[in-house]
């Protein structure tokens, strides 16, 4: 049964050496014989309450003998007389062992119910019974599978050999496992000496920088044709060419340093090579771009945002160039040289375009310039202010180096504008009076220029005396005083000539011979003596982009011509010639 079970009460037909007799297992609702005849007059009731008929009911319900509870004189009531049948705890414990309320917490633990303060008694009462599982002896051994199956009196076979087990192959060590063994102090100290010869690392050295040298070349190809894909779309995105170049590059020249300082070298000097040959073939597909004629297609504003964005790879890129440099060895400057060449060139075509763009739309305010209008009236000039301001809003979004660069060449085209129509002899003066209002004209317009330029940043501040000191020279009157300002103006613009000077003479009317070559002789004399000078750069020429007419060759009149009709002599053929050409040198002269 389960409660027998889990009492640990074993069948009593089946004795075990050592354990107590039990009666069997019954049921405990059946009529016990001579239980009627033992139970006389009335059962009270327990200490703790409980009647004995419900103890009587509880030692049946757990399979225990039943027993009978009297109150002799003289005992305590619950404990079993002399001669009475003793109950299942009477038979187990020992004479003399009086019953607890231990007893009771045990039969109320088996009911689910626990009487206030029985919790000490019933450890004890557990305590007690502990014995009983053990008096039942070990579990009987079960047989095994193997002589279930083999017969009695015949041997089992043998079990079969074990294979053994494969050996299990070692985890390589991580990083953090190697520095652990390593001694970090004596590494550092480079006590531990070199792992690999000097041969060895060389050459893995050179298949590392020979790996680069390929990868990035590869790379640095894919990213220039994926972006010039976008050039001449009409999707305006900015470009990430300078971005995309510096990280590939950045990436080696980084890590490089960290093997050696001479590994660093070698591998800043490969990734500089590869930089210059990529910003050459850069420089072509630019050059290729401004001459297709597909760009005609494109809106004005998008051509000029498109070539800002080529403009501003430059300086990035030069930085880079720069600092590979530094780092790499002596070596490594020609192709700092050639980087900064094809940069150079980028920058120039791109600057050149949109300083065209611009001066195409310039050009009807210019071309109303040195007339009798201008003199009476500010319009030309408000049109060519107000245009440059408009049009240098957009090219803000240009980088601070190449921003500065294109407001410089600006400003230098503006007054090679200005005064191209004044030199060229637009405008005569034929008094005095006409002289003074044009030099007034003249400064008040430089002023103006001036002022803009300054607003647009332009660090081009050579440029702002040219026009004042070539309203002084049509102002003045005395031969020296005109002599003092040319010899200035020579001084600050050395790209001027003769020629330049005798058409500002000729607009301010002076056909004096003498005072003319007396003021031209300044200007030969200044040529001579810096006549080995190399020519002004590019940024600072001004006079060389201006070309003038050539002046006529005056001759003078031999006395027999006087005896001509003066009608004759009034023709200017006769006093004026063209100069003359010098003979070719592999022509010799035609004898007659």
Request: glycine share 8%; with cysteine.
């Amino acid at each position: 049964m389960p409660i027998l079970k889990n009492l640990g009460v074993a069948d009593s037909k089946v004795p075990r050496a050592g354990t107590l007799p039990l009666r069997s297992s019954r049921n405990p609702f059946e009529e016990v014989p001579g239980l009627e005849e033992e139970e006389v007059g009335e059962l009270g009731t327990l200490p703790n309450g409980t009647s004995c008929r419900r103890r009587a009911t509880l030692e049946k319900l757990a399979g225990l003998a039943p027993f009978r509870l009297a109150w002799p004189p003289g005992r305590r009531a619950g404990s079993p007389g002399d001669g009475q049948p003793r109950s299942f705890l009477g038979r187990v414990l020992t004479p003399g062992i009086r019953r607890s309320s231990a007893d009771f917490g045990l039969l109320a633990r088996l009911q689910g119910t626990r009487a206030q303060g029985d919790e000490e008694a019933a450890g004890e009462a557990a305590r007690r019974l502990a014995f009983l599982r053990l008096g039942r002896g070990p579990k009987p051994r079960r047989a095994s599978l193997a002589e279930r199956v083999v017969p009695a009196g015949e041997a089992a076979p043998e079990p079969p050999p074990k294979v053994p087990e494969p050996p299990k192959v070692k985890e390589p060590l991580s990083v953090s496992e190697v520095l652990g063994l390593v001694d970090l102090v004596a590494l550092e100290n480079g006590e531990l000496g070199p792992l690999l010869s000097p041969g060895t690392l060389r050459g893995l050295e050179d298949e590392c920088v020979t790996d680069v040298k390929a990868q990035t070349r590869a790379a640095l190809l894919r990213v220039l044709q994926e972006n010039e894909e976008h050039w001449g779309s009409t999707e305006d995105r900015p470009s990430s060419l300078a971005q995309d170049v510096c990280e590939l590059l950045e990436e080696h020249t980084e890590r490089a340093p960290r093997i050696s300082q001479e590994f660093g070298e070698r591998m800043a000097h490969c990734c500089l090579a590869g930089l210059a040959e990529f910003l050459q073939s850069f420089q072509q597909r630019v050059e290729r771009f401004h001459e297709h004629p597909g760009v005609r297609e494109l809106l004005p504003d998008t051509y000029v945002s498109r070539t800002i964005s080529l403009v501003n790879c430059g300086p990035p890129l030069r930085a880079l160039a720069e600092r590979l440099a530094r780092v790499g060895p002596p070596e490594s400057e020609p192709a700092r040289e050639a980087a900064a060449s094809a940069l150079d060139r980028v920058t120039r075509l791109c600057h050149r375009v949109l300083a065209d763009l611009l001066f195409q739309e310039l050009q009807p305010h210019f071309n109303k310039l040195m007339r009798r209008k201008w003199l009476n009236s500010p319009e030309a000039l408000d049109g060519i202010v107000g245009t440059l301001g408009a049009q240098a809003l957009a090219l803000r979004r240009m980088q601070d180096e190449p921003y500065q660069a294109l407001v410089a060449e600006l400003h230098r085209r503006a007054l090679v504008e200005y005064v191209r129509p004044l030199l060229r002899g637009r405008l005569r003066c034929r008094s005095a009076r006409t002289r003074s209002r044009v030099a007034g004209r003249l400064r008040e317009d430089s002023a103006q220029l001036q002022r803009l330029f300054r607003r647009l940043e332009s660090q081009a501040s050579w440029l702002d005396a040219v026009v004042p000191h070539l309203a002084e020279v049509l102002q003045l009157e005395d031969t020296p005083s005109i002599q003092v300002e040319v010899g200035v103006l020579v001084r600050d613009y050395p790209d001027i000539r003769r020629k330049h000077v005798a058409a500002l003479l000729d607009i301010r009317g002076l056909h004096n011979a003498a005072a003319r070559q007396e003021i031209l002789a300044v200007a030969r004399d200044l040529e001579l003596s810096e006549g080995g000078a190399l020519s002004p750069p590019r940024d600072r020429a001004f006079f060389s982009d201006i070309s003038v007419p050539r002046p006529p060759f005056c001759l003078g009149l031999p006395l027999f011509l006087g005896r001509l009709p003066l009608s004759r002599l009034a023709r200017p053929g006769l006093a004026c010639l063209p100069r003359l050409r010098p003979l070719s040198p592999s022509r010799p002269p035609t004898q007659r």
